[in-house]
């Protein structure tokens, strides 16, 4: 696509102390062509060598151009504000110091910049979990590929996608709109950012391709600022931004406003819900901020967001102080969403939280079965070759549709598609329930994801389907209750051994780690020593 009268893009890279990295970055943006005119590195304050490693490859690359920073500014904001400030090309597009740009993610770009004259242009993004190269879609469903958006009140969506480094900019309507990102140490910067753009109303075209990659690296010695959730601090500038983002959008569109509420509750509250740990300091310190922020949100914000969020809200505004089964709440804010029981009704029977927080579960009537947060037991049978499950009903919601048969479903971590069991017959248990007894030969899913390619430890979430007699179904996660975490060391021919270790995850649901063999053993160890050593560095 390249030409002497093709527009060209600035990518401005920020870094700060990533010797280590940052050449990565540097090196994807300039391998996109010469449709990347400039790549402007700034380098905020660097203890670490970050600014030698740039300017010796900036030796070597003309198209490379440096900034040092003397003072470090405290976040992103202010290295983007000056790579903006130092680009000469019509286009500006961003990148961190520890990800990358894919092959073609400029020339996609530029291209349909370009062929709908629209100011912004995004594509599709992955966060890839390191150092398995798992990847996981960013905000998959929210864009169609090839679409043009004319305003974004037209799409009032496109709150949800808040990042700034999946989109190409042109500079000249950033400059027109004085566009830019919150000084110093602002956490979640991107937020007002993106804001901002979306307060102008620029036409948006969406391209298909895959234009960035946001690596995640959990084990590292300084965690991203999105994963450095160790204090209340992260949440209160989570909150902080959004506060600011929901203004500007507001005074903008008003639409877009109530939108980006409906956000926060439904996606930023529930994901620091479901992890918010067990120290009672931060519990209760969470809880107070929280409470405090979504006091003043719009009611039409609380009654348009969907029923697991509202209901959260209610809980929320119900008591000052985090209930005793706030442990219960962080389980129902996961994905899928599961309300263990017991499940309280008021005086008039209508259904509520908890009889000590009798906060009301409107809507619940309405829900389609697929929806409904069904709570789903599993305990070890036939010496740990089956598993029974116990089917929970839900104020008589699932009673209604008649549930006749479950099958498990094993989901690689690793991304693919499922393994299915063949389902069994649910039968009522009397006791406001229905329970199945289904197997559990791991040694055959070990050799399934083997003949899938995986190698070493294989890990797998565990769902549960559940078809009901009116042809309606739900799939949600598994609780595990008994010994059914135990380690076992099971015997087979294909294999010799089988180190199985079912474990709950952060969000209580029932998750497998399989080692099949000797390699699969060897694995099994240095993954337990590697997550010793990251939780004695994490403490």
């Not at 927080?357 to 305990?379: F, S």
């Amino acid at each position: 696509m390249s030409s002497s009268n093709t527009p060209r893009v600035s990518v401005v890279v920020i870094a700060y102390n990533d010797a280590a990295l940052v050449g990565e970055a540097v090196t994807s943006a300039l391998a996109q062509g010469p449709l990347v005119g400039e790549v402007i590195a700034v380098d905020d304050a660097s203890a670490d060598g970050t600014g030698r490693v740039l300017d010796e490859l900036a030796a070597v690359h003309p198209r490379l151009k440096v900034v040092h920073r003397t003072e470090n500014s405290g976040g992103c904001g202010t290295p983007r504000n000056d790579g903006i400030a130092a680009a000469t090309e019509p286009y500006v597009l961003f990148l961190d110091s520890d990800d990358v740009l894919p092959p073609g993610a400029v020339e996609a770009l530029v291209r349909a910049a370009g062929e709908h004259r629209a100011p912004v242009t995004v594509g599709a993004c992955v966060r890839r979990e390191l150092p398995q190269g798992q990847d996981t879609p960013w905000m998959p469903g929210l864009y169609t590929p090839g679409e043009v958006i004319e305003r974004p009140a037209d799409r009032p969506a496109l709150v949800r996608d808040t990042l700034c480094v999946n989109k190409l900019y042109e500079r000249a309507f950033l400059d027109k709109h004085a566009i830019r990102f919150p000084d110093g140490r602002f956490v979640y910067e991107d937020f007002v950012f993106t804001a901002r753009v979306l307060a102008a109303a620029p036409r948006i075209a969406v391209v298909p391709d895959l234009v960035y990659v946001w690596h995640v690296r959990r084990s590292a010695a300084q965690v991203s600022i999105s994963l450095d959730r160790k204090d209340v601090g992260n949440w209160a500038a989570r909150v902080e931004a959004h506060r600011t983002a929901a203004a500007v959008i507001t005074a903008a569109e008003p639409e877009l406003g109530l939108a980006c509420q409906v956000k926060f509750l439904d996606y930023d509250l529930r994901m620091y819900l479901r992890e918010l740990g067990t120290d009672p300091g931060y519990q209760a310190a969470w809880w107070t901020l929280t409470r405090d922020y979504v006091a003043g949100f719009d009611e039409a914000a609380v009654e348009a967001a969907p029923a697991r969020a509202r209901w959260i809200v209610r809980v929320l505004r119900a008591t000052p102080a985090p209930p005793a089964d706030i442990r219960r709440l962080s389980r129902f804010a996961a994905e899928p969403p599961r309300l263990l029981p017991p499940y309280a009704r008021a005086a008039d029977g209508a259904p509520v939280w908890s009889e000590e927080t009798p906060a009301a579960l409107d809507g619940l009537a309405a829900l389609p079965a697929a929806e409904l947060p069904v709570t789903v037991d599993a305990e070890p049978a036939g010496g740990g070759t089956r598993l029974t499950l116990r089917v929970h009903d839900l104020y008589g919601r699932l009673a209604e549709s008649a549930p006749r048969s479950a099958h498990l479903c094993f989901v690689p971590r690793a991304g693919g598609e499922p393994v299915e069991v063949p389902a069994a017959e649910l039968r009522p248990d009397g006791a406001d329930g229905w329970s199945a007894e289904l197997p559990f030969r791991l040694a055959a899913l070990a050799a399934t994801g083997r003949r899938r390619g995986l190698r070493g430890i294989q890990a797998w979430d565990v769902r549960v389907g559940v078809e009901c007699e009116d042809g309606s179904s739900l799939l949600t996660s598994l609780r595990p209750l008994g010994d059914l975490l135990r380690r076992r060391a099971l015997f087979s021919s294909r294999y010799g051994v089988l180190l199985a270790q079912p474990y709950r995850t952060a969000s209580g649901s029932l998750a497998l780690r399989l080692a099949p063999g000797a390699e699969g053993a060897a694995s099994f160890v240095r993954n337990r020593l590697d997550r010793a050593r990251t939780g004695r560095r994490s403490r």
